[in-house]
């Protein structure tokens, strides 16, 4: 049940192969952002009129997160650190989630930001940090298929039934984790945990691609062969808000690197390490993927997590599977109470065992890295214990339609899983090439996707 995936973009980002061996349907999503409709499944913090935060629900269109907090926080006239949200979201979509403020009631309900929305806020003790949330809705409407109407709706179909047996679809990281025209936070990362933070802040300011427009191209490129950065400054776009904080401490400290990379919002510091970490993930996923080693069923040496009380897995539980417990642990993944997992390689991890734990120490040994690593003491919100992640992505609420050769597909996953990872499976398209695409088709002047956490 192996369709492999060969030399295309989506391998940079350890997407290696499909699950399922059935056809895609092809076709583009986001190119509006109607076409990509994200509502969180929160946790709601209980109401208190004397807590110090205001709880309300933020519905932003064609927004990057931190975009927005920096937004925010400027028009509240506050730190952006005392705007709290549980995740980020992708941009090219029309999203609803919750968001905290320390700051007056009357002043977020007169929030005013051109497309976005603040509705139903309350005053609470408790404010929302990154995972205060269940899992997302999602609406997807994936456009210009290659197939229509019946042989559409069979072909998804048959993709489906496949995934219904699996019980969920393999849990990459997608696309959004990496850059969706620039998938380079994965080695920003890498970079980072090597020391080497000249070659951090260069390949995340500099380092031009083509699918950028000639504007942030040239301008990177002038960086990347001048190191004038007080002229690169002056390059830059204005939309590309993070690379001009980078480039502007270099300009004032041209050989402060680790600085460079300090003075952006600490969320994003910390998302080139776990990006790096994701990446390693996709490629164990994807060796265990193309051996034919089941997913959904665990092996002795592998590691499970079992479920909290909203059914989500605990990543602070390891369950190690032995010859003693294999039954018992099986019988717990068969019926929802655990998932078979894969490390998120950091400072304190420990690998599986068996066959699993080997492709783990194998992936691990071709990037040259240890443990140590992940202790970056220079930059320390850039260093990473390590954790597991469920190689299964459950879905629930599924529906799909058909008009011509228009698809609409609704689910809702549960927090850190990616619905384009979903749709990967169903599509069969490389969803880095995809996204470009889109992009030049439809918002070439636009300011251009930023990297997602």
């Known amino acids: 049940m192996v369709s492999f995936e060969l030399d295309t973009s989506e391998r940079l980002i350890g997407l290696e192969v499909f699950y ?65 949200f549980a995740g980020t979201k992708d941009k090219r979509a029309i999203t609803s989630q919750l968001m905290s403020f320390e700051a007056p009631l009357g002043s977020v309900q007169g929030i005013s930001v051109h497309q976005v929305t603040i509705a139903d806020a309350y005053r609470a003790k408790k404010n929302m940090t990154i995972g205060d949330l ?9 456009r210009d298929c290659a197939l229509e109407g019946e042989q559409l709706r069979s072909t998804v179909a048959a993709t489906v039934s496949e995934l219904d047996k699996l019980r969920g679809f393999p849990n990459f990281f997608g696309v959004q984790r990496f850059g969706s025209l620039r998938p380079i936070t994965h080695i920003v990362g890498k970079h980072i945990i090597k ?29 990347q062969e001048t190191h004038d950065f007080s002229e690169g400054l002056n390059r830059l776009p204005k939309a590309l808000m993070f690379e001009r904080i980078v480039v502007g401490h270099l300009a004032q400290r041209p050989d402060d690197f680790p600085g460079a990379i ?12 776990h990006a790096y970490q994701s990446y390693l993930f996709n490629r164990i996923l994807s060796e265990r993927i193309r051996r034919g080693m089941p997913l959904n069923e665990p092996l002795v040496g592998d590691v499970v997590l079992p479920v909290d009380k909203d059914g989500l897995p605990d990543h602070d539980k390891y369950i190690p599977v032995t010859k003693a417990n294999l039954d018992l642990v099986a019988t717990q993944v ?20 068996g ?37 299964v992505a459950k879905y629930s609420e599924l529906s799909y339609s058909v008009n011509y050769r228009d698809l609409e597909i609704g689910l809702a ?41």
Not at 134 to 142: C, D, L, S
Not at 213 to 222: D, L, P, Q, S, W
Not at 262 to 273: C, D, H, I, S
Request: charged content about 30%; overall charge negative; glycine content about 8%.
């Open 355 to 391: 066959v699993p734990g080997e492709i783990e120490a194998a992936i691990v040994a071709t990037e040259g890295i240890d443990r140590q690593d992940f202790i970056v003491p220079i930059i320390p919100e850039c260093s990473s214990t390590g954790s597991r992640r469920e190689i």
């Open 134 to 142: 269940i899992g997302n809705r999602f609406r997807i409407r994936v």
């Open 413 to 453: 996953l549960g927090k850190g899983c990616y619905a384009t990872t979903f749709l990967r499976e169903i599509m069969k398209v490389d969803a880095i090439e995809s996204d470009r695409a889109v992009y030049l088709e439809s918002f070439q002047d636009a300011e251009p996707p930023e990297q997602t956490d």
């Open 195 to 223: 020391g080497e933070f000249e070659k951090a802040a260069m390949a995340y300011a500099a380092n031009p691609v083509p699918a950028e427009n000639e504007e942030a191209r040239e301008a990177r490129r002038f960086i």
């Open 334 to 353: 068969r019926n929802g109470r655990a998932y078979v997992s894969v490390v998120l390689f950091g400072s304190e991890s420990e690998l599986a065992k």
């Open 20 to 84: 399922t061996d059935t056809p895609g349907t092809g076709g583009k999503v986001k190119r509006e952002c109607q076409d990509f409709l994200v509502e969180e499944i929160s946790r709601f913090p209980p109401r208190d009129d004397a807590g110090r935060f205001v709880i309300a629900k933020v519905t932003s269109e064609n927004w990057e997160t931190n975009r927005l907090i920096r937004v925010l926080s400027h028009q509240l006239g506050i730190s952006r650190y005392r705007i709290g």
């Open 262 to 273: 300090m003075a952006m919002p600490r969320n994003l510091q910390m998302m080139f390490v």
